[in-house]
């Protein structure tokens, strides 16, 4: 069975595999090592993912994929201002861009897309992988 993904949906859904991905690696392991662990994920969950290799606006390629075909996810232990945001939206030509940052505590994540401002995020443990 395939399963159909909206883009919100599928937002909620990575962000609480990102909080996942930190229950299980906590924080200070390599950008790409989150990465991988969250295609894992992903996969596990039947949620559409790929490495970002030559997706414009991914930044470093090691430490970014795409979802659904329409949201970047990008791995970074660097704050990246709304402006670096917006251009790597831009750039991608999908409709969004999560920035995850894992840190020692929790992971923290911003979210573009194309017709709304900046959120700041904080990945609520609470929140299911899947809404029923």
């Known amino acids: 069975m395939t399963e159909i993904h909206t883009t919100d949906q599928a937002t909620r859904q990575i962000l609480a595999l990102a909080q996942e991905v930190h229950r299980l690696l906590g924080g200070g392991w390599p950008e790409a090592m989150y990465r991988d662990a969250l295609l894992i994920l992903c996969e596990e969950h039947l949620i559409p993912c790929r490495p970002a290799a030559g997706v414009r606006g991914a930044g470093p390629v090691r430490a970014a994929i795409v979802c659904c075909d329409s949201i970047l996810v990008r791995v970074c232990h660097q704050v990246v201002a709304e402006p670096g945001l917006r251009r790597s939206l831009a750039a991608s030509g999908l409709e969004r861009v999560v920035l995850l940052r894992f840190e020692d505590q929790d992971v923290v994540?911003?979210?573009?897309?194309?017709?709304?401002?900046?959120?700041?995020?904080?990945?609520?443990?609470?929140?299911?992988?899947?809404s029923e």
């Open 109 to 130: 994540s911003r979210i573009v897309t194309v017709d709304a401002p900046v959120h700041l995020v904080m990945a609520d443990p609470s929140w299911p992988a899947f």
